[in-house]
Structure formats: C-alpha cells, structure tokens
C-alpha cells in the first residue's frame, strides 16, 4: 500500500465521509442517493438519519465498483452506495429550521461535531429565483441546479454550527458579513434568510448582476481583479470565503488577504477555504501535485477556465493548492489563524482566522 494514497483516502472516510448524487424532494417525499464509506464500522452499524431519525426506507448496501478508483484502499468501497426515502407524512415537517438535516452516522447516531459531516436541504417552499445553468457552471464546474443548492445550504449551515461550536455565535449575530466571491449566490441565497447585513462581491460582472436580480435581501457589487475595493475601511465582522483562494497565485492571494485585513473589524471573523486532502481524493488529484504542494508550501498547478468568457485576464483565475504549514505561517501576517478543519466546507477545509486588535 502507499502510504501516500492512502493518508488521502483515510481524510476522506474521516471527513468527507458520505456524499449525495441525488436530493429529490417532493410533495410526498424526501429520496437520497449516494455514497458512504466507513473504516471501522460495518454496513449493519450504519445508520441513515433525517433530522436525527432512521430514514423510513433504506437500500443499503448497492454494488459500487466505480468507488474503487477513488477509494480503492478504504474497506467494502465497492459496495458504498445506497438509496433512501422518507415520506412526508402523519404531520411530519422535514424542514423545521427551514432546512432538512441528512446524515450517515454510525449505530449510535449524532453528537455535538456531526455536523460536520450532515448535508442540509432547503425548505423548496422558501427558495428564491434561481440563477441560470451557466451561471451556476461559472461556480461548480457543471450547470446542476440541485446540487448547486443542497450544496450552498449544506456549507452556510456547516458555518454557522462551526460558530455555534467555538464561539457560541449564531449567523444572525454578526452585524455585518461579506460573501467574498460570492458567484451566482450559492451561500448569499441563505445568508440572506438569517442576515439583513449580508454583501456579496465578486470578479464576474454577469453572476453579479444576477445576484442584485433574484436575490432582494442582499447587496451586491462587482470589483476588480486586484484590490483596492470601495469597501470601506472596517465594514465586516464575518467573512465567507468559498474557493476563492483556490484560484489565485500568491502575489493575488497576498493583496487581497491585506484588502480582507483592510474592511475587517478588530477581532472580526472569516472562513476562507482550501483544498484538502478530503478534496483531493476525491477529484483524483495525482499524488505528485500534492507532495509538491507540500514542499512548496502554495502550488499554482495552471489556469482554470471556468471565467474566461468573463473576465479580461485569461491567466487570472488558477488552480491553487496549499499545505496546511504554509497557510498557518504565511497567512499569520494578516490574520490570527485558529484553526484548519478538514472537509468541512462541502468537500474543501476551512480556514478560521481572526482579524487581530492591532
């Protein structure tokens, strides 16, 4: 075995651990496809929840031998797959928070950090316009509306319960949050139900101006490519970052970590992702790049073409690993870093960083 590969394929049986294909929600029912792995537990200790009860009906387990690729060294992958259902029936709300919370767990069910590994549905009732199948491909790669949506729900909650856990802090009481690099809106959808507060920037004037269209609760404003923004000086206490420094070089990442710096309160808080070794092992990242990431502590690995229709520079927008050393250190001329979290934002690590009082 290398011990190499298979350190990427453990982080992500320990973080990642399940992921949906397929959410549907109807007026009868809920179903979910997917994958789940597990090291320790068997198939008979799994166990599949909504809102921390057993799903009515489970398929469980399905023959998944395309799992081997990916995760060919974690036990009984190749028969990782499942279906559920639950029906909305006898009364039942499967959104009482405005959300449905699913999860795979062992036989013992949920706990305090298993958040962490839920994904969470929005209420259909209360979604708002939607943004369209190119606009969403600009954000994650393919024009898939539901994942689109299950996904920005699934991170906002994970958020706001990584706040909860360390600081005892809701979403709602943060004055005001920026959502750097917002895209077509994929977390500001869902800001904007708990915050009046909420400002999402981005590079991509067409996403922008979406956003300001279907999405009334929030504020929106394209910026450049490189800083300064008209952001004013100390606007923000919170700070939501999702794969934004994953597609810039160094030089890039350090103005604008000093602009964050810049419209950041004393003791504000932010959430910047990255690429992980959950990640990794999932989109088969070839072991090399990683290791080279690790030496180099940034690795540009080339440009990314999913904005070059809308953005001038063609050679802007890269794709950008880190190792965890790296960001703890050089990161820590701007920001206090607390902590890195692994898989936690959908399937990249979160960054938790602090603006310093001075």
Not at 52 to 80: K, N, Y
Request: a negative charge.
């Amino acid at each position: 075995m290398n011990i190499y590969q298979a350190d990427i394929q453990l982080a992500a049986a320990r973080h990642l651990r399940w992921m949906p294909d397929s959410i549907v929600v109807t007026e009868d029912e809920i179903t979910v496809s997917g994958w789940a792995l597990s090291l320790w537990d068997g198939h008979d200790q799994q166990r599949f929840l909504i809102n921390g009860v057993d799903f009515d009906q489970v398929e469980w387990p399905i023959a998944s031998p395309d799992l081997l690729v990916p995760f060919g060294d974690v036990p009984r992958a190749a028969t990782s797959r499942f279906r559920c259902r639950h029906r909305r029936a006898d009364g039942r709300n499967l959104f009482p928070d405005g959300f449905a919370r699913l999860n795979i767990t062992g036989r013992f069910g949920e706990h305090r950090l298993s958040y962490r590994t839920a994904w969470y549905v929005a209420d259909p009732a209360h979604e708002q316009d939607m943004p369209s199948p190119g606009q969403i491909e600009r954000v994650i790669g393919a024009g898939n509306l539901p994942a689109f949506l299950f996904g920005g729900a699934t991170i906002v909650k994970r958020f706001e319960q990584l706040l909860l856990e360390r600081f005892d802090r809701p979403l709602s009481s943060f004055q005001s949050i920026l959502d750097w690099g917002c895209g077509a809106g994929r977390l500001s959808r869902y800001l904007s139900l708990v915050s009046p507060s909420v400002t999402g920037i981005d590079i991509d004037a067409d996403n922008i101006e979406g956003c300001a269209r279907t999405l009334p609760g929030a504020r929106f404003m394209q910026v450049g490519l490189m800083p300064p923004t008209s952001l004013p000086d100390e606007a923000f206490d919170l700070v939501l970052g999702l794969s934004v420094l994953t597609h810039l070089d160094e030089p890039v990442q350090d103005a604008w970590l000093e602009e964050l710096r810049r419209v950041t309160r004393p003791n504000a808080l932010l959430m910047l992702s990255v690429q992980g070794l959950a990640q990794m092992a999932l989109y088969g990242t070839p072991l090399e790049l990683h290791l080279e990431a690790h030496r180099k502590g940034i690795l540009d690995a080339g440009a990314n073409s999913q904005l070059q229709d809308v953005i001038a520079d063609p050679s802007y927008y890269r794709n950008v690993m880190h190792s965890p050393d790296y960001i703890m250190t050089r990161w820590s001329r701007w920001f206090d870093v607390l902590d890195i979290i692994d898989g936690t934002a959908g399937n990249q690590d979160i960054v938790l960083l602090r603006r310093r009082t001075d």
